[in-house]
């Protein structure tokens, strides 16, 4: 039995325990970091299965909240176009507009500002593959994001909230013995009035998307610019 102590030995990323979250990805970037700065790593050290790892990592992070991104946009524009009470007022306060706006784009920004901590290791073959990567699944998933709830919105608006389809829909429920006429008629008029949201809300997602991939974008730019000065000034 040999008395030098045990060996360790470090082993590449593997697939024993890819990345669930983006916390996970970021955790693995890190370490690959300080791998790469500390000593060296192969550039085949980083595998297809680590890659794809990463990419779903990233089309997850940027698809996350769908659903509630879609019913949330409607209802914070319907807010501050006033079509919907906040807090009990009707008309609602420069506050009541701000904490609509703030709900609207909290979540995309929060993860966003999330994804760009990576920008700050982006240096190294091996780290600067897994963060493309993980880029290219953010940019796919944000696209999609925004696709999906662009077409649904355009769909509700030119198929669902027209005159004449919703004309159908209330005719139908009035005739339910609990909803009058005159309760009917105030759904049709307020639903008709609240049709455009959904066109704003529609190209928000749109802008929300170019936000999600721009931040990580220019974190990742800015390190890079902030490096290369830094070499610059130790030549001198």
């Known amino acids: 039995m040999s008395s030098s102590g045990p060996v360790i030995v470090q082993s590449s990323p593997g697939r024993s325990e890819p990345p669930k979250n983006i916390i996970d990805a970021i955790s693995d970037i890190q370490r690959f970091s300080v791998s790469e700065v500390t000593g060296s790593l192969p550039e085949d050290f980083f595998t297809i299965a680590n890659r794809l790892d990463m990419f779903f990592v990233g089309l997850k992070t940027a698809l996350a909240g769908l659903i509630f991104m879609a019913l949330l946009t409607p209802l914070s524009l319907g807010v501050i176009g006033q079509y919907i009470p906040i807090f009990g007022a009707k008309e609602p306060t420069l506050y009541d507009q701000f904490f609509a706006y703030y709900l609207m784009f909290a979540f995309t920004l929060s993860y966003a500002f999330l994804v760009a901590m990576v920008g700050k290791y982006y240096r190294g073959t091996v780290v600067k593959v897994t963060i493309r990567n993980l880029m290219a699944g953010v940019m796919v998933g944000a696209t999609l994001k925004a696709l999906i ?16 389809t919703l004309s159908s829909i209330i005719a139908h429920l009035m005739k339910l013995p609990f909803i009058s006429t005159q309760t009917g008629h105030a759904w049709y008029y307020w639903l008709l009035d ?9 190209w928000l997602q749109v802008i ?7 931040i990580p974008m220019l974190s990742i730019a800015g390190y890079k610019y ?3 000065k830094e070499k610059l000034y130790d030549h001198f």
């Not at 709830?149 to 027209?162: D, W």
């Not at 929300?208 to 721009?214: E, Q, S, V």
Request: glycine letters at 6%.
């Open 149 to 164: 709830i662009f077409i649904i919105y355009h769909v509700i608006y030119f198929k669902i909230l027209t005159p004449q």
């Open 194 to 202: 609240f049709r455009p949201v959904f066109i704003q809300g529609a």
């Open 208 to 214: 929300g998307a170019c936000l999600f991939i721009a």
């Open 226 to 228: 902030h490096r290369k």
